[in-house]
Every structure is written in C-alpha cells, then in structure tokens.
C-alpha cells in the first residue's frame, strides 16, 4: 500500500482542518489506517485509527472529542478531522496503514505516508 497525505496548511486557532490519505493498491480496504503526528523537537504520536470497515475508531484521550477519523474504501480515502485546532496542534501529520487491531504502536505500521504539515497560529 502506498499512502499520501494531504490537506495540513495554516490554520488559526479555533479552526478547522480536513487531512486526507490517498492508498493505493488492491490491499487498501484490508488494512487498519491510522493517523499519527510528530510536534516540532517531539517524538510522533498516536492520534487516531479506523478498522478496515470504518466502523470501529480508536482516538487519542489527548484529541479525543475534536477529531474525527473516517475512510472511503471506494475511493481508497482515509480522514481526519480535526476541530477547534489549537497550536499544541503543530506537527506534522502522517498516515499510516497495517495489519493491526487499532493499535496506537507506530511500529504496528508497515505503510507510512509522507506527512502534511499543520501550522496553527495563536
């Protein structure tokens, strides 16, 4: 599976931001996807994951109640969104897919997209 990632940007705080990941492969729709992200000068994050059918998330305690993940199989489409961003909220944003049961372990991941910047200003 390969993955890209899109939509990071400058973002003011209060506001929101939709992330999302491009797969491709047949394999897609097999694959547990996850969002994790990496603050400047900190190590990467687990923020949230989805199951191959998109009905069962996990989040972050951290984010959780101003994210949401979801995934479009047809479309080989996974989202994250996020609201009332704040500048905590900093850090690179990455996805990530793999064999797993919503794991928040980076190293479940085998599949990693290259990361979305998201900037948010004060």
């Known amino acids: 599976v390969q993955l890209q990632a899109s939509g990071g940007g400058l973002v003011q705080a209060g506001g929101s931001l939709s992330l999302s990941c491009t797969g491709s492969?047949?394999?897609?729709?097999?694959?547990?996807m996850a969002w994790f992200r990496q603050p400047p000068g900190k190590e990467q994050e687990f923020v949230a994951a989805v199951d191959w059918s998109g009905e069962r998330q996990y989040y972050s305690d951290s984010m959780k109640g101003r994210i949401t993940i979801s995934r479009d199989n047809s479309k080989s489409l996974v989202y994250l969104q996020i609201n009332n961003l704040k500048p905590e909220d900093t850090a690179v944003y990455y996805c990530?897919?793999?064999?797993?049961?919503?794991?928040?372990?980076?190293?479940?991941?085998?599949?990693w997209g290259q990361g979305t910047q998201v900037t948010v200003s004060s």
């Open positions: 492969g047949r394999s897609f729709s097999n694959h547990v």
């Open positions: 990530a897919a793999g064999i797993v049961a919503l794991k928040t372990d980076s190293t479940e991941y085998a599949y």
